[in-house]
């Protein structure tokens, strides 16, 4: 095979499952008074049944500690949708917000993806440096919504309303 000839694209794979179940599944915090969840959808728009979200929070004091794993995983159901169970994390620091660390593994994807959730009606969130960071009119795609049961944070990995995911 000559060196300038293009191999086709191969995704990672393949996943066994006997690895990727946690403990804690996706309650964050055992008992915890705080629901996020929400749907993950594809570039067409579509749900899609079989992402693995995970989740990394610091504990109600912004800090990370060995009392506190903050860290949950869930795959999404057949209607796309997944669910975390947890207490809302503290700022990790004066002028930043609290937020939860959402990665994403999806089928297609060589890497999986890292983004953030910010809480609604957050006063820090107009100090944080993330966040305003992100042009000013996709900061709302890193913005959870307030619903009657939770937190809902909706994962579009493409299109015109696509998630910002950051570069890690």
Known sequence: MDAQELTPAQTVGPFYGFALPYRGG???VENGDLRVHG???DGAGELVPDALIEVLQADPDGRFNAGFEG??????GPDGHFAFTTDKPGPLAPGRAPHLSFIV???GLLLHLHTRMYFPDEAANAE???LNAVPEDRRHTLIGEATAD??????????????????I
Not at 154 to 166: K, L
């Open 150 to 167: 939770g937190i809902r944070f909706d994962i579009r990995m493409q299109g015109d309303e696509e998630t910002v995911f950051f570069d």
């Open 128 to 130: 944080d440096p993330v």
């Open 105 to 107: 593994h999806a089928r």
């Open 26 to 28: 996706p309650d964050i």
């Open 71 to 76: 860290f949950g995983r869930c795959s999404t």
């Open 39 to 41: 749907s993950v959808y």
